[in-house]
Structure formats: C-alpha cells, structure tokens
C-alpha cells in the first residue's frame, strides 16, 4: 500500500488579487492545541506563550495565539517534529500539559492589504479598527456564518476556519472583495 | 410644457422620468416629489382606507402619503416619493388603485364610511367566522405587489465601530463634529439625504453675517480634511439597539453597484441631530392633494426651485409659519391670507392679511384643493378664498424616534407643544432641533456643547465655547389639536392622512373607554401605517387627551419601535442568499462522493450521499442494493460527521463519568461503551460511543452536529461544577475523517492495507479500538456496529481520507465493497432496533422510555439528570415509551409522524406516533418504532394510525431485530 496522499481544501482556489487586497490560501503548517493547567505555568515552556488574553506571541518559525485562559494554538510552519511540538514536549512527557493535533482541522486564509479589514467588517462586528486589534492580536469570532480564528500578524491578518468550512468561506471572501472592487 | 412649476435658478440636468406612464421631465438632484410638484402633480396616491386622493404632504421621511411604486419586474420596490432621488429613466407608478389612480374604483368605500368606523373590523367580522372576510380584505388591502422572482439587485452588509456617531447633519451634527474631529476621535455622520447640511440648505438663515451656507460649506471643506471623520450620505439611522448598536441603510448614489448597504454602527458615545418634523393642522377636509406642511412648501421653493402652486394660503398657530410666506413672495408667488388660530399673534407678514384667530373650517376640490373657507374662531367672520395651495404649520415634533429606542424617556414640553428628549438610558446626547431647540444660533450652540460632552466624557480637552451671530428667535405656539366642532360641523378632520383615522375615529375610541394610547394606536390604527406616525401621533394623542380631560403629557406616547423608516428584505439578508445563504459542510470525501454518483443532501449541517443511484434504479432500489451489500459483502461509508470530543486528563474518566449516563468506571483502556447524554431534566439530548484509547484519554462520539454544544455543555459543568479536576476537552471532529466498513467482508478489505493492527476478532473484538498506522498515517479504529455487522470505523487525519476512500474502492471491488449511504444507514439500524436520538426521541424522553432504564438504575455515581430520573414525577404512569408497531393489512411501510389511536377515539388523541418507518429487504417485510403512551405494557394491542388520510390498522409488538444475538457484528 503506497503512503497516503494529503489534500487540501482550498487546493483549486486561485488567489485573489486587487490594488488594496490579496487573499490567498495559506500553505499547509502544523496547527496544534495546547492546553495546560495550573502545574503548567510552573513550566519554563510556558513563558514562550503569549501572556494576555487576545494576544498572539511569534517566535519566528512559529507563533502561539491565545485562545482561551488555557489554551493556545500553536501555529508551526517547521516540519515534524515541530519546533512548537519540541518546546513544550517535556511538559507534555510530564501531563503537565497536552498537545492536540488540528493540522486536518483547520485551514488558513491569509489577507493582505488596506482593504483587509473593509472586507473582513463585512462579516464581523468585532473592533477591527488598528488601535483595538493590530498586529499581535488574535481572535475567535463570528465572521458571516462562520467561526474563525483571526491572527494578526506584521504582514496581514490571517483567518483559520473549520476545514470542511474552508470553501464556503472562500466563497464569501471571494464575493465580498467583488463587493469591495465596485 | 415642460416643468410648468419650476421656478427659475435649479442648475441640475433636465432627466426623463415617467409617472403612471406619462412621460415628464425633471432636475438632477431632485427627489421624485420635488419633480413630480415641478410638473404640477399633486396626486399621487390613495389612502389606505377610503382610497382618497392624496398629495404630497411633507418634504421628507416624515410624508405619510406619496408611498409609490418604483420600477418593475423583479426590480420593483415601493418607497416614498419624498425620499426618492430623482435618476434617468425611473420608472414610478401609484399603488393599489383600480382602473386609474384618478378613478380609483375603491374610493366608493369613502361613501360607505359611516358604516366602516374604528373598530368595525373587531365589531364586525366576527360572524360567523372571521375566514369568511378575510380573502377579500386582505385583497383590498396592501400597498404594493411583492415581486415573485429572485431580486436582481445586489446587497451589502457591513460592521463599523466608531468613538462617536452623529445622526444628522444639520447645523447641531456638523456643529459637534467639528469640534469632535478636531481632537481625532474616530467620527461617523450619518446624513438620510443625498446632500450635508439639513436645514441649512433650503432656509434662509445667516450665520456671522453670511449666508448659512457659506459656513456649511466651510465646514464640510474641513470635516473632509479629517482622515478621522467619515461623512456618509444618503444613510438613514433606522435602529438604536443596545449597547450604542446602531442600525443605518445607505443607499448606493448610482445605478451599477449594489442598490443598499446595512451599516451596523458601534459607537462608543452618540449624539442624534435628528431635527425635528412639522405637524399637520387638523381641520376638515385637511387631506387634500395641495395642502403641505409650511415647511415643506419652503423646502421645494428654496431646495428644488419648484412651485408648490401659485395662490398660497397660510394656516397656522405659531410664528415659524410665517416664514413661508416671505419664502413664497420672493419667489414671485401669491400669498392669499394668512389664518392664525392664535387671537394675540403680534407677528406681522407685510402684504398678505394676516386674520388673527381664525382657521380654515372647510376645504373644497377633489383631485386638488380649490378653494379654503375659514372662519374666525369665534364665528363672526367668514373667508372663502380660491386657492391651489394650503400651506400649514401646526407646530414642530423633535424627531426623538432613534432617543427613544435607545431606551430614553420623552417629556411634554408645553411651551414647544411638543414632547422633547428626557432622561437618556444610554449616555446618550441629542442636539438641535431634536432636543427641541428652535432657533439656529440655538442648535449650533447645543450642537457645539454636545461635541464637547462627549470630549470631555471620553477624557480629552475640549475647546473654548464658542459664539456665533445668528438668528435666535424664540417661537410662539399656541397649540391647536383641532377645530371645535362647533365650526368643523360634521366634515372629517383627518388626523392619520395613510390610515384615514379622523378625530372623530379618536372620539369613539375614547368614548369606548379606550384611555390608553396604546389602546388607542390599535383600536383605531393611528400611527400603524408605514410612516409610523411620524405626522399623526401627537395630534391624535393630543386629541384623545382633550377627550378625556389631560394634557398631552398624561396621554404620553406610544412605543417607539425600531426601524424609523421601513427596510427592504434585500438589504436585511444583505450577500447571505444563494450559494452564501447557509454554508454547507461538505465531506472530506466530497469529490469522492461526486464521482461515486451520490445524491447529496443536507443533513443538518453537512452533505452526505442519501443514496448512490446506479443506471436504471430508482431511490428504493438503490437503497435496497446498498442494503444487501452490507448484509452479504461490505458497504463503505464517509462517518466523518459523527462528532469526536476528546477528554483528556489525569481526571479525564471521572468527569466525563458525571456527564454520561453510563458507568464508565469499568471502561478499560482499549475498549468502547454505548451511552446516553441526558440533560438536567433526565430527557436524552444525545447518544454515542465512549472508547478508551489511553489510559487518560476518552474519545467521546456524539450524533452528527452534536459535538459544537456538547463540548460547552461539559465546558460549563468543569468550570462550574468540578474546576478541581484535571480535564482538557477538545473538539477532534473535522481532525479525524472516519470511514465506516461494515458487513461480512469489512475485515477483508482492511486486511489488504498496510495497517499494523491485529484484526482477528479475537485480538480485536466488537466494542474495542486500536491505535496503529494505515498507509503511512496515524489511525485509530474502533469496532463499534450500527448495522448490525462486523464494521469497522476506521479514522485517519482528514486529509487523507480521500486517498484512503479510492484506495479501499480501487482495492476491493471484487469483494463487493459498495458505498452506502444515509438512507440505507437507517433502515439497517432500523432492522436492527437501534435507536436515533432526535428521531425516536423528543424533548420529554427518557431513558427508560426507550428501554435504557437499567442503564441508569444502575450506576451507582452521579451523573447530569440523574437527581431528576429519581424523582415521582418521572416515573409518570402516560410516559411515551418505544415500540415496535406491525402494519396488520399488507406491506406498505407506516408514515413517519403518524398519529396513533384506538379505534373510536379521536386520531389527535396524542396516544403515540410513529418515529421510524421503513421496508426491510433484509426480513421482506415493513418495520415500524413509535412512542406510544404505556406502550411496552401494550404488546399485542391494536390500534390505528392515520395514514396519507387514511386509519390503518396497526399490531403493537416488541421492535423486531435482524439477528438479536448479535452473532453477526461480534463475528
């Protein structure tokens, strides 16, 4: 039997370009849960993990967004084993944290551009406005019909959504930036 | 001739548009009303009611009659003239009027209206039945026709958050955001019309020495400037919802794009410049096309160079009327008489008679004014006038709609006439006319002052007070609800123009007893109609308030409710219709499932195969087919949906052992156990399988769409109830794509791959999972059975299934490996007796209702529901509980959903119903579940069941199984 072959949702999809925007899917990484208890924040580990809820903390290869009081996603673009996974296996050796994988779960959108923000208002009444949610920030929130995961970094916000979701989300980015090139 | 009516000095373009298929011209920057007067058009609808001709009244939103139909096919729409901005080719018609909007046929029921007061729907129609009147009145009512294909226009919707909002952009808006934007606050202007500046723009005022709308120009030239300030034209504020959450529709300014926008607007402070709307006078026959509020004559003259009419007569009760006269006289038009009802007017209109303590008792025309007589009030002297336009001031009503759904309390002010802003709910600050300011120097220093409250209010400077020289001319009112009857005689005097409500509609209200104004908007539909009274409240309560012996105060208002203005159904569903309308989940096996010829439906959030129809079969033959592939080779299925919550944690087993109503202590790692989910009333919300994989590891399985809630229902009771213990919990759903073999065979297609688990059953028997490696990617797979054969669940990272699927269909073919889907699914757990949660169960089933009772008598820890299960109340003696039903004359299998009952009882008995029906290929025969009340005490007992019109009879027996050893799923 030959190795399983992966496919991505959003394989077909043709990146989306206009003066103020891009949109594009984001390259296949390494998404994974963290979740720690009280024990953990005994961890060194645990001061790579961004300190403040809302908040996102990059480490170059990867970067950790805050998702709830003890949890974490830990976005890792380093093959496995992860530079992610290998930071926090010793606490997760001792169950003082675990590590869930959700590579297959969810999918990244990346967008670029001015007009980032215009677009993603069109589905979300969360403050996207620079001075409430700039780069560093992450969030989960309710876009259109969707719960994504909005991660903002220098280069330009990037939403994760629920794999199966991912088309249908595509879908949407892709009528509202019609919407915004009129 | 072309625009008879247009005065000189409009520099717009002439565009063609048309009016009940003439062809008339008008003005670039006209709204349609402002056209429709240039051409001499004063009709343009009929009332709701009587069907009597109505003209255009106001200027603006606040115009209750010139509701007209615009364009046609499925770009139709119906909006008010007054709002409508005049473009190329617009196409208007009037609404609901028969042959012609001149000869409407409907006006006889203004003959009949003696017999057709307030309330006669309520007195009347009663007998002998209500279904008897209403097709034909539901088809005499109505404004419009919907139009029954897809909208072709497009929508948008949007979310902006701001530090401040102002609604308005008359001299108090652009006042405070002057002094807002200046200190960098991020600053929103909504403005309704196409054009900044409100009043500024059509009354002749002055400020510091210069025309009014030098500053405005000035101002808007340095609010521009601001990369801080956004000015958003043609955007009415329909909504103040909670929490300063602002609903505004903006209009697209061209054709070509999308037609309206629904901002939602999230602001930290908020000030409404909302200005304020005139009123009406109430005497007879005040409805007559040709009569308009004062203002709004000053408004087509100054705004839109067009002449209402030539020979104006001015009614009014306060000075601010008296504006229009000098407005008309510049512009060369003939001012008849002024009637002020007020006897001690020391104002003066030089050239025109001005006849103190007089009102226009009677009017006369038809499809036009003609003539006005008026009377003084104490009846000594008497005027007839002929006439073309009634220009009327009865005083102005501070638009406080948006302040009072924000949750603010309006007060009577008795010296404006009028109910002003009170105490606020929301920090919120109204400025201008809105707050019942009159004068301009007045709403520029209130606007100046609200800018600054805010400032101070959000922490920063604020400027130095600031003076202006301009007018501040303090009004004189002197409130006029109505004529005394004693002039009026028994003419109408309409109140509501839309809904045809005269104050002799408020009298018999008022004579029934009908006190409130709540009361009296629903008795005598006052302020129902879409203008939602904006012309007709205060009057009419002010009426009911003589009536009854109090002031307007003590009447009070009714509730203002959102939307100020009426929202098209476009606009509300904005980009969510069609393919956007409801996402749908698709499999991880999608393409797979299309080339494998499925007929995918929706179930519940996802799009499975129903069925995979092959040439010539119809939907029964296919699912009898993949039926019999299960029974006798393998079928294959995509399971993924089926949620997976993982509970991890040195605390894992005991927490999910007080969720579940299984006892989990005996759960040993490796294995699998069947559970129900109760809630805390002990009702079953889910079912699913537990397994094991490691030592502090449960993977929780729940029925498809189920997982999202699950997991914040355990969510809640770890932080409420148990945060001692050490839990993780984690949605794996849409990780791990789940690929179900089940039959005979399914241990021989596995047996072709790589994996690395020992299959024999044995080694691996019914309810266990294995972890292991399958073509090079992790898996687990359990051994759980829903069919009732050897199945296999076999789970891999979600982006492999693809891979897997066409490896499990290329290489097993010859074992007769088939894809199954849904439907066949569910008449082999049918066959089999398994239950479906959400099919077999309702919102008041239990576990013993479906013969888990034991489960649960028997664990011996807490769990949720179970202190309920406990109690008297739940052993109830009627309970619906599952069984199996027989069809006793012939094979057709039972409608789903239908009622049980005894023959000679009424078939709405609520005895039980069916839950599960199917035809069985496996044993040839219908097989049916029901919840029927006592219903395992009643094995053997006949009963009907309303079948597609029709009592069948029906043999209640135990639920029949296909193999009940279970020697097959355990082989």
Not at chain 1, 53 to 80: V, Y
Not at chain 2, 119 to 131: A, C, D, M, Q, V
Not at chain 2, 396 to 406: G, H
Not at chain 2, 456 to 484: F, K, S, T
Request: aromatic share 6%; net charge neutral.
């Amino acid at each position: 039997m030959d190795r399983l072959r992966r496919s991505q949702p959003l394989a077909a999809c043709v990146p989306i370009s206009l003066p103020t925007l891009a949109v594009r899917p984001l390259p296949q990484a390494t998404l994974t849960e963290l979740r720690g208890g009280l024990a953990f924040r005994e961890d060194p580990a645990f001061r790579q993990l961004p300190d403040q809820p809302g908040r996102s903390r990059d480490h170059g290869s990867w970067r950790a967004n805050w998702l709830r009081p003890d949890g974490w996603l830990l976005i890792d673009a380093t093959p496995s084993p992860t530079a992610a996974s290998q930071t926090f296996a010793a606490a997760a050796q001792n169950r003082w944290c675990r590590l869930v994988d959700l590579s297959h779960s969810l999918v990244g959108i990346g967008l670029r551009g001015a007009a980032a923000r215009d677009l993603l208002a069109r589905g979300t009444p969360l403050d996207l406005r620079p001075q409430a949610f700039g780069p560093g920030c992450c969030t989960r929130t309710r876009c259109a019909d969707f719960t994504v995961l909005l991660d903002h970094r220098a280069e330009g916000i990037e939403a994760y959504v629920d794999a199966p979701l991912a088309q249908a989300l595509w879908n949407w980015i892709a009528d509202a930036a019609e919407h915004l090139a009129q | 001739m072309s625009e008879p009516f247009r005065l000189p000095g409009h520099t717009g373009a002439a565009l063609a548009f048309s009016f009940d298929g003439m062809a008339l011209t008008g003005r670039s920057g006209d709204t349609l009303a402002a056209s429709l007067l240039a051409n001499g058009i004063h009709l343009v609808a009929r009332s709701f009611k009587y069907h009597r001709p109505r003209g255009i009244l106001g200027a603006a939103a606040e115009d209750p009659n010139s509701i007209v139909g615009l364009g046609s096919g499925a770009h139709a729409y119906s909006d008010t003239a007054t709002c409508v901005e005049l473009t190329a080719g617009l196409e208007a018609h009037s609404l609901n009027t028969w042959p012609s909007l001149r000869w409407d046929s409907g006006a006889v029921l203004g003959r009949l209206s003696r017999f057709l007061p307030a309330g006669f729907y309520y007195k009347t129609f009663f007998w002998p039945h209500w279904r008897w009147y209403e097709p034909p009145i539901r088809r005499a009512a109505g404004l419009t026709v919907v139009p029954v294909g897809r909208d072709p226009d497009r929508y948008d919707r949007a979310h902006r958050h701001c530090d401040l909002l102002i609604v308005g952009s008359g001299p108090a808006g652009l006042s405070a955001a002057r002094v807002a934007a200046a200190s960098g606050l991020d600053v929103i202007v909504a403005e309704q019309n196409s054009r900044f500046g409100g009043s500024l723009l059509w009354e002749a005022l002055a400020i510091d020495g210069a025309d009014g709308r030098v500053w405005l120009q000035q101002t808007l030239h340095e609010l521009q400037r601001y990369p801080n300030v956004t000015l958003l034209s043609r955007t009415t504020v329909t909504s103040y919802l909670e929490h300063n959450l602002l609903l505004a529709v903006e209009q697209a300014p061209g054709a070509g794009r999308w037609r309206q926008r629904l901002w939602q607007l999230r602001a930290r402070q908020v000030v409404l410049a909302t200005g304020a709307a005139e009123r009406p006078l109430v005497f007879p026959d005040n409805d007559r096309p040709g009569i308009l509020l004062a203002s709004a004559v000053r408004y087509y003259i100054s705004r839109h160079r067009v002449a209402p009419g030539r020979r104006i007569v001015l009614a009014t009760n306060n000075d601010d009327g008296y504006r229009t006269v000098r407005v008309a006289q510049e512009a060369g038009l003939e001012v008849l008489a002024v009637f002020d009802s007020r006897a001690d007017a020391a104002i003066e209109s030089p050239g025109v008679p001005v006849h103190r303590g007089a009102v226009i008792v009677a009017t006369r025309g038809h499809h036009r004014v003609r003539a006005v007589t008026a009377r003084t009030l104490d009846a000594r002297q008497t005027w007839t006038l002929a006439c073309d336009t009634v220009a009327m001031s009865g005083g102005w009503n501070p638009a406080v709609q948006l302040f009072s759904q924000s949750g603010g309390k309006v007060t009577f002010a008795p010296k404006a006439a009028a109910f002003v802003p009170g105490q606020e709910r929301q920090g919120t600050i109204v400025a201008g006319a809105a707050a019942g300011t009159g004068s301009l120097l007045q709403c520029l220093t209130s606007g100046f002052a609200a800018g600054a409250k805010v400032l101070a209010q959000l922490g920063l400077e604020a400027p130095p007070a600031r003076n202006w020289r301009a007018a501040d001319l303090d009004d004189h009112i002197e409130a006029l609800w109505r004529i005394p009857a004693s002039l009026a005689g028994a003419a109408k005097q309409w109140v509501d123009f839309h809904n045809d409500v005269t104050d002799g509609d408020i009298s018999l209200a008022a004579q029934e007893n009908l006190q409130s104004v709540e009361h009296l908007k629903r008795y005598t539909t006052l302020g129902m109609a879409p203008d939602q009274g904006k012309t007709s409240n205060v009057n009419g309560l002010a009426i009911l308030g003589e009536l009854t012996g109090r002031s307007p105060g003590e009447v009070g208002t009714t509730t203002f409710r959102p939307p100020y203005l009426p929202l098209s159904f476009g606009v509300i569903a904005g980009r969510a219709t069609g393919a956007l309308f409801r996402p749908t989940r698709p499999l991880p096996t999608h393409v797979q499932q299309q080339q494998c010829a499925a007929e995918l439906q929706e179930y519940g959030a996802w799009l499975r195969p129903a069925y995979y129809r092959q040439a010539g079969e119809d939907m029964a033959a296919a699912i009898a087919r993949e039926i019999h592939a299960v029974r006798n080779a393998v079928g294959l299925l995509d399971y993924s949906p089926l949620g997976k919550l993982e509970i991890a944690g040195a605390d894992a087993l005991e927490f999910l052992n007080r969720i579940i109503a299984s006892d989990l202590t005996t759960l040993k790692v490796g294995r699998a156990r069947y559970s129900l989910t109760l809630d805390e009333e002990g009702t079953i919300i889910d079912d699913g399988v537990i397994t094991r994989p490691a030592d502090d590891l449960l993977v929780m399985g729940t029925t498809s769409n189920a997982a999202t809630r699950l997991r914040a229902v355990m969510d809640e009771w770890h932080q409420r109830e148990c945060p001692q213990l050490e839990v993780w919990i984690s949605d794996v759903t849409t990780q791990w794509a789940v690929l179900l073999l089940t039959g005979p065979r399914a241990r021989a297609v596995l047996e072709r791959t790589d994996l690395d688990i020992d299959l024999a059953p044995r080694a691996f028997p019914h309810m266990t999972i294995r972890t292991g490696t399958l073509g090079g990617v992790p898996t687990r797979i359990a051994r759980v059975s829903f069919t009732g054969e050897v199945s296999f669940e076999v789970s891999v990272p979600a982006g492999f299934a693809p891979a897997l699927w066409q490896h499990f269909m290329e290489g097993s073919r010859d074992l007769g490996l088939t894809p199954v889907g849904i439907e066949a699914l569910d008449v082999l757990r049918l066959e089999k007796g398994f239950l479906h949660v959400g099919g077999d169960t309702d919102g008041t089933t239990t576990p013993d209702d479906v013969g888990y009772g034991a489960m649960v008598r028997n664990k011996k820890s807490d769990f949720i529901g179970r202190r309920t299960l406990a109690l008297a109340c739940a052993n109830r003696s009627a309970a619906l509980q599952l069984i199996g039903l027989r069809p006793v004359d012939g094979g057709r299998p039972l409608a789903v959903g239908a009622q049980l009952f005894k023959a000679g009882a009424p078939r709405t008995s609520g005895a039980g119903h069916v839950t599960s029906s199917a035809w069985s290929p496996t044993l040839a025969q219908p097989l049916a579940l029901a919840l029927l009340a006592r219903g395992r005490s009643r094995v053997g007992e006949r009963l009907l069941a309303w079948h597609d019109g029709a009592a069948r009879p029906v043999e209640v027996i135990e639920p029949l199984r296909h193999d009940p050893a279970g020697a097959l799923l355990n082989g």
